[in-house]
């Protein structure tokens, strides 16, 4: 998961930041950078809203970081 740590760090988000933002532990933050460990849908949800990408660019699937348009009646 190179792209989740690229954009942690362009965001200036330490890995206890990212635990803050999103609900998972440092530790397995830790280890799905490192691709030891792997995500649910749930967190990765969680984590392209917080780093404003798309779950696509995260899993590898588009090269665009861009975000998708967002419902305003969805919750996160």
């Not at 890995?15 to 749930?42: A, N, P, W």
């Not at 969680?46 to 970081?65: F, I, K, W």
């Amino acid at each position: 998961m190179k792209r989740l740590q690229e954009l942690r760090k362009a965001k200036g988000y330490s890995q206890i930041k990212m635990q803050m933002l999103t609900g998972i532990d440092q530790s397995d933050y830790s280890k799905i950078e490192t691709g030891k460990r792997g995500v649910s849908f749930e967190q990765c949800k969680r984590l392209a809203v917080v780093l404003e990408t798309s779950m696509d660019y995260l899993a590898g699937l588009t090269d665009d970081p861009r975000p998708y348009p967002r419902s305003a009646d969805r919750e996160v």
